[in-house]
């Protein structure tokens, strides 16, 4: 009977212990998926940055070599539209591959411009009326809620997209990215901005999240 009673004892104490034991390791298993799941999220964000910079190079380079802004494109093919200025990455113009132009969640950015600094240009400075240093008439489609000088571009993720009537309304959020149109200057392509003297260039970014 002592026997028998000691036995069943040890019985319940194993399964007690497999019991905490499995407990115990589903707190350090479910402790170490929510490290990885943050780490995996911190790469991910990481790596869209990487693309915006990419992206802002290859913008920056297209202006030096084009004197103007790509418009953006329509759809997901990767070329320019005739009319837009709120669209996507015109990937295939700039040189650079699709999977450079997505945000974390895989969805591809979003690519907002000045209209006027997409025009043909004979010159980067002086020159047609339309050239890219030249003052922006008004009233004219602009991007707003920025900075006081004009933006160049903006690039932003598709869950953040602009307010559009008589101007763009960008509402920086984690993600974004915008430059002036003297910082792609004078940053970005080492040249003369465009208002010496006249007023004091805004850092590129979205409110010191990032920038270059």
């Known amino acids: 009977m002592i026997a028998s009673f000691c036995s069943g004892y040890g019985k319940g ?7 905490i034991s499995l407990s115990v390791l589903g707190i350090v298993t479910g402790f170490f998926m929510k490290k990885s799941l943050t780490s995996q999220r911190a790469l991910r964000i990481q790596r869209m940055h990487d693309n915006i910079e990419s992206i802002a190079c290859a913008l920056s380079a297209y202006v030096a070599h084009n004197h103007r802004l790509p418009k953006p494109a329509h759809d997901h093919n990767g070329l320019e539209s005739s009319d837009s200025y709120v669209g996507f990455i015109p990937f295939k113009v700039l040189g650079i591959a699709y999977q450079n132009t997505l ?4 969805k591809p950015l979003i690519y907002i411009v000045e209209p006027n600094l997409t025009k043909t240009r004979n010159s980067m400075y002086g020159g047609p009326a339309d050239c890219f240093c030249c003052s922006l008439p008004d009233p004219c489609i602009r991007i707003k809620n920025i900075a006081p000088q004009p933006i160049a571009f903006v690039i932003d993720v598709q869950s953040n997209p602009p ?3 008589n101007h763009i309304t960008v509402s920086p959020k984690h993600a974004t990215f915008w430059i002036t149109r003297d ?8 040249m003369q901005p465009c208002t010496v003297g006249t007023s ?9 999240e990032f920038s270059f």
């Open 200 to 208: 004091s260039p805004l850092e590129p970014g979205n409110m010191g």
């Open 13 to 19: 104490s194993l399964l007690l212990e497999i019991a």
């Open 103 to 106: 945000d974390d969640n895989l």
């Open 163 to 165: 307010t559009i009537d």
């Open 183 to 190: 910082l792609l200057l004078m940053k970005m392509l080492k």
